[in-house]
């Protein structure tokens, strides 16, 4: 009788320990999911912003017409490396 509560006592602890452990991998696996996510997004937007200011300085002195081009161009590269992230993601 008491050798069963104990490997009762003990399966639940390991169901418990194991729940624990998936609950912890989905929280560090979405902020991973996210964290690279955000990157891929920010890194096309503010690299096309910086090169558009670039070139309007250099080769209008003033303007914003290649800032506002580039940073367009930026948040569509962006959009795509996430779309292409998640549905990658979705397939494996």
């Known amino acids: 009788m008491e050798d069963k509560k104990f490997s009762m006592d003990i399966e639940r602890s390991a169901k418990e320990l194991l729940s624990a452990r998936k609950e912890k ?3 560090w696996r979405y902020a991973n999911v996210l964290g690279v996510g955000g990157w891929t997004f920010v890194i096309p937007v503010v ?24 940073l367009m161009i930026g948040i569509a ?15 494996q």
């Open 25 to 27: 991998s989905n929280f």
């Open 47 to 70: 690299g096309g912003a910086y090169l558009g200011r670039y070139l309007d300085k250099k080769i209008h002195g003033e303007g914003i017409s290649w800032t506002i081009t580039l």
């Open 77 to 91: 590269v962006g959009v795509y490396n996430v779309w292409y992230l998640f549905v990658r993601k979705h397939r």
